[in-house]
């Protein structure tokens, strides 16, 4: 900051000298239109002013008003304000209004500004106790009048923020009143409660994080042990940290709300994410309704204690689109970047978070060391002063001073009575002393006992060992003191944000179709407005589109209106990037050679509005039949030559299957030197690049081809995904990417077998019994659960495989303790059955259970193995 403080200086003087050359550039060079006039600004102490004075404003606002201190955390209003709280506190609430009025002793500014200070501090929920309504941070209602609400310190304040002994005091902005420089702030509350604010020249952005966390980080930081802490909000949500970057400038963190599915017309948003509320939400909502880019029926605001924001959909519309669309084009999900700047020796700094709590963990090593030598000095006093007194007492030295006649005499009498005993003492005796043991009452004298004298001073020395010990071991002491804060204030404060990674969202992908594109091939036309011409498909007003002409030339653009792209189109559609399996099928006339030629290619990547080609680019070059397929399928189409041609034989089929694919430059292969007449389509082929391979990412629920997770298999177009609930429910589904799934309801997910067989374990809601059956999917239906456990709300799920022979040994009995041992093979007890049926019925109790042998081609799914730690099946107890 000195530096930037400097270089204002320096450009301020280089200025003054800027236009002193200019001056003497005028006198040298050409006539001086101010000659003989006076220079009031420059001859009066104004100029200097603005050199200095708006560095002075700068400095005053960045360190006094917008950025908090690395020592305690606070802005010094925040401080003022808690200080003034501290002054007022008596265990009872106190109207906020007062509070404002006690804090103005000390705040040189409005009550408007304490006031919303002090709010603030109390929707943290960590220093302020608060009573009445404080506002409501998830649906961003403001708080009641300050003469209607009510504050005071917390017991976790009390502890942390405050002791007199290890404070630096200051005067305040009137001179009247002390308050502290800084709070000793025996904890990282910074990193607990965030803070945000704008300087001038720079601003400060610091994320709350979690009590527990940096209690546990900051005893791993006193053990030597690196730690890596990330955000904690309490709106709670979603949050991707990988590019959090320590909180320094340039890092950033997505963090998005918790939607769920009520049904299929219906999402629960649950958590919102920080910074926004339940409105800004909405309004969001409704925004991104109102431009198409998502489909909706109506929101509704059921937030009472908990948040709950109820979308209904459109009809026809898919749940899991929506979600992803309202991550991509709503408030759902923001980008937060963080900058952490805090005040460090009177000078803002950027440091990241994990130094921050480094340097507040050796602070509040230093303050408890420093606490530990205050409490040993009154400690060694108290047992001077108690060691004193007995042997005043005991030795009747009270009895030296009965001739004295001047109170000079008195000391001196007293003091050659302690002489022989000061060997004993920890410190020399002062005057001071002295004259303590004078002022001890004749009562108390009488009444003296040495062995209550004896027990006391005991007890003074146990607790000086004690203190002594925890000065030689400092860090453990400090240690101890963070696990006490864990153990004492951290019941109830577990992590709220959810970490995970998150995956990019496409707009184009998640866009609901809200136009319709049109074509004009005769005029040249496209866009979603040409309402009385050719429809061509379904699409998004964000979407690029795909035109190709007869000549050759492509272009792609973003929809539009109405454009003009060429006269006659011959291929027009929404065109998405980096898509490689849509491929296209071309047959081109060469204008120079008249050679037709065959060819195969994909447009991955373009630059918009640029025109290419087709075909080699020669005069007179033109398409002759043109086909797109989504899944690179191949074709045969049916080549009629002229009938003047020389070939011998002018009708032939030609398979696309036989060429390669290659980029859109490529010339592609002969089909033949004769002139064609026509060219017809005669049948579809299979996809040449096979089918998809398929995995499932467990962290992010969603189906992907980029490779992350568990690989699921290669797909061919008809193929289907499998999923098995813990709920005792199976669905199937499209290999579909844009399908999310909830990670901690899926028990097992596969690629499914039309003749595979389920085998199931599980426990009967109605009839108490445990079942056993085997059943094949007879359903269907796509994405839509069926449940093969029964109906009754108390049905448990215990075990499931699609795989053969998996040997299980399980224990039954009537009782526990005389459970017996057994082993079955699922697949050798039962037939297969319909997955509505009961099953077979195990005669006694199922206490517990444990997989032998996996079996022919068995596997455990990733989520069964949560189930099984160990070999055991923890859900397979008895719930009766």
Sequence with gaps: MNDELDSEEDLFEDAGEEGAGAEDLGDEGGQDLDQGRENPIADSPLADMYKTWFIDYASYVILERAVPAADDGLKPVQRRILHALREMEDGRFHKVANVIGQTMQYHPHGDAAIGDALVNLGQKDLLIDTQGNWGDILTGDSAAAPRYIEARLTKFALEVAFNPKTTSWQRSYDGRKNEPVFLPMKFP????????????????????????????????????????????????????????????????????????????????????????????????????????????????????????????????????????????????????????????????????????????????????????????????????????????????????????????????????????????LMRP???????????????????????????????????????????????????????????????????????????????????????????????????????????????????????????????????????????????????????????YNAVYLDGRTGVAKAKRFNITSITRDREYDLTSGEKGSKILYLSANPNA?????????????????????????????????????????????????????????????????????????????????????????????????????????????????????????????IGVIYFDGETKNYYYKRFQIETLTLDKRFGFVGESPTANMVFCTTKRGTLIEIKTGRLRKDAVAKQIVIDKMIEVKGWKSRGNKFPDRVFDARVITNGDDFNFPSGALSLLPGGQMGLFNDPT
């Design 633 to 757: 399928e191949s074709e045969v189409i049916h080549v009629a030559l002229t009938p003047g041609s020389s070939a011998r034989k002018k009708v032939f089929d030609f398979n696309f299957g036989t060429i390669d694919i290659r980029s859109r430059s490529a010339q592609g292969n002969i089909l033949t030197k004769q002139p064609i007449k026509k060219i017809f389509f005669k049948e579809k082929g299979a996809s040449t690049i096979g089918g998809r391979d398929i995995w499932y990412d467990p962290i992010l629920g969603k189906i992907n081809t980029e490779e992350r997770g568990q690989y699921l298999g290669n797909f061919q177009t008809d193929d289907k995904v499998l999923v098995i609930y813990k709920s005792g429910e199976y669905e199937l589904t499209q290999f579909d990417v844009l399908k999310i799934f909830q990670p901690e309801q899926v028990y097992l997910i596969e690629k499914y077998n039309p003749i595979g067989v």
């Design 189 to 424: 509350l910074l990193l607990a409660q965030g803070a945000e604010g704008i300087a001038v020249g720079l601003s400060t952005k610091i994320l709350p994080h979690n009590f527990r966390e940096l209690c546990k980080g900051a005893i791993d930081i006193l053990k030597g042990k690196t730690t890596h802490i990330i955000p904690d909000f309490p709106t709670g949500g979603m949050m991707d940290a990988s590019h959090y970057n320590e909180g320094k400038r340039g890092g950033k963190v997505r963090v998005r709300a918790k939607i769920e599915q009520f049904d299929k017309g219906t999402l629960l948003i649950k958590e919102i994410p920080y910074g926004t509320t339940t409105t800004s939400i909405i309004e969001s909502i409704i925004k991104a309704n109102e431009s198409g880019k998502i489909k909706i029926r109506k929101v509704v605001d059921n937030t009472a204690r908990n948040v709950e924001i109820e979308v209904s959909l459109a009809k026809g519309v898919s749940p899991d689109v929506t979600i992803d669309a309202l991550y991509k084009f709503t408030d759902c999900e923001v980008s937060i970047s963080p900058n952490c700047c805090v005040i460090v020796k009177d000078k803002p700094q950027f440091i990241g978070v994990n130094e921050l709590l480094a340097h507040n963990t050796l602070l509040t090593k230093k303050l408890l060391q420093q606490e530990l030598h205050i409490k040993m000095g009154e400690l060694e006093d108290k047992w001077h002063l108690s060691s004193l007194e007995k042997i005043f007492i005991e030795n009747k030295i009270y009895r030296d001073i009965e001739d004295e006649e001047t109170w000079e005499g008195v000391i001196k009498a007293i003091d050659l009575g302690l002489e022989p005993h000061k060997k004993r």
């Design 429 to 583: 005796v002062t005057e001071e002393d002295i004259v303590k043991l004078t002022e001890i009452k004749i009562k108390r004298i009488s009444k003296f006992d040495a062995f209550k004298a004896d027990e006391y001073i005991k007890s003074l020395e146990a607790e000086m060992d004690a203190t002594r010990h925890n000065l030689d071991h400092i860090t453990d002491y400090t240690i101890a003191y963070y696990q006490g804060l864990l153990d004492k204030f951290g019941k109830g404060r577990d992590r709220r944000t959810d970490v995970k990674v998150f995956d990019h969202i496409e707009a184009t992908l998640v866009a609901v179709a809200n136009e319709k594109l049109y074509v004009d091939r005769k005029e040249g036309f496209v866009g979603f407005g040409l309402k009385k011409d050719e429809f061509v498909c379904d699409c998004s007003d964000i979407d690029d589109i795909i035109v190709i002409l007869r000549n050759g030339k492509y272009v792609v653009s973003k929809v539009s209106e109405k454009a003009f792209v060429g006269k006659d189109i011959l291929y027009v559609n929404v065109w998405k990037r980096n898509d490689e399996r849509m491929v």
